[in-house]
């Protein structure tokens, strides 16, 4: 923070994008900036350079606010807030190897991932479990692929879907046809 008395301006545009979700998240919540001081045991000056974007908050500032707030901590640094309406053209997919894309991440008090997967014919992956809790949902676009829990794969047709607990082994195979999977994986957050 500076000193008093001196000129003030955005420390960074990351400083001031933070300041501008703090405030943005606080607001949606209905809670004052006295309430959020108290809650984070930062001032209320403190509290208010930030939103301003007069600050440099170190990670564990940001941390305690996003607790109090109740949600991730990457929230507080998007530089944008909604992006409105997103296109995603399509892409080609490699004929020869497992072609993953992260389609889009969804946070707000909960983390959420979209990504689609492509398999070539004959292909095995394992996932790598993610945190507990984590559920992943797979809706299979076309082709056929057996997958799951390591110890419970089950066989999906295009258009099932299916859901299992993300927070151990898993796989997916392919047989003889290629598949299109989107993955949804839907993540607590921590705090």
């Known amino acids: 923070m500076s000193a008093p008395g001196r000129d003030r301006r955005p420390a960074s545009s990351a400083a ?8 943005r998240r606080r607001q ?12 984070t045991g930062l001032s209320k000056a403190t509290l208010s350079q930030l939103e301003a974007g007069l600050g440099n908050p ?24 909604d992006p409105g309406t997103m296109h995603l ?44 809790g984590t559920t992943e949902h797979l809706l299979l676009a076309s082709g056929s692929l057996l997958a799951g829990p390591a110890d419970d794969l089950r066989r999906l047709e295009a258009g099932d879907m299916l859901a299992f607990a993300g927070d151990a082994p898993h796989r997916y195979r392919t047989d003889g046809t290629p598949a299109d999977v989107t993955v949804v994986i839907a993540s607590p957050v921590a705090g």
Do not use: C, K, Y
């Not at 001031?16 to 405030?23: D, S």
């Open 28 to 39: 949606q919540r209905g809670m004052s900036q006295a309430e959020l001081a108290r809650r």
């Open 58 to 81: 170190t990670i564990d500032t940001l941390d305690a606010i996003a607790v109090a707030l109740a949600v991730p901590l990457t929230d507080l640094l998007i530089r944008h807030g």
């Open 16 to 23: 001031a994008a933070a300041g501008a979700q703090i405030q």
């Open 89 to 132: 053209a399509s892409t080609i997919a490699s004929p020869d190897e497992p072609t993953r894309e992260l389609l889009r991440r969804i946070s707000g008090g909960h983390s959420l991932e979209i990504w689609r997967l492509r398999l070539p014919p004959n292909t095995a992956v394992d996932g790598i479990p993610h945190a507990p």
